[in-house]
Nanobody, 123 residues
Framework: QVQLVESGGGLVQTGGSLRLSCAASGRTFSSYTMGWFRQAPGKEREFVAALSWTGGRTRYTDSVKGRFTISRDNAKTTVFLQMNSLKPEDTAAYYC????????????????WGQGTQVTVSS
């Protein structure tokens, strides 16, 4: 079992930055791919980024490449999403998730989910 708790969301202006954190509990955290998804009102949940358990493989959706960076600290069982150059279209609830697969990009491939943290980017 893996339990996930996100934090770090908030209100930021266009062009600003936020760093999301996801604290994981569970003895096998380091063996999971960790991913971030987001969901805006009225839209489906969208893949954002994923990082393999070794940190050697990453995957990003095209709209965040060059702006967002996913990282993890296995010792502290935490995964991060550094978000720079934020845009109003990045506004959404952000969720972290854990998967036994290698950097999958689909929500159905993730077994465990956090409750989400809201990110709002004002124009």
């Amino acid at each position: 079992q893996v339990q996930l708790v996100e934090s770090g969301g908030g209100l930021v202006q266009t062009g600003g930055s936020l760093r999301l954190s996801c604290a994981a509990s569970g003895r096998t955290f380091s063996s999971y791919t960790m991913g971030w998804f987001r969901q805006a009102p009225g839209k489906e949940r969208e893949f954002v980024a994923a990082l393999s358990w070794t940190g050697g493989r990453t995957r990003y959706t095209d709209s965040v490449k060059g702006r967002f960076t996913i990282s993890r600290d296995n010792a502290k069982t935490t995964v991060f999403l550094q978000m720079n150059s934020l845009k109003p279209e990045d506004t959404a609830a952000y969720y972290c998730a854990a998967s036994r697969m290698v950097v999958p990009g689909t929500a159905r491939s993730y077994e465990y989910w956090g409750q989400g943290t809201q990110v709002t980017v004002s124009s």
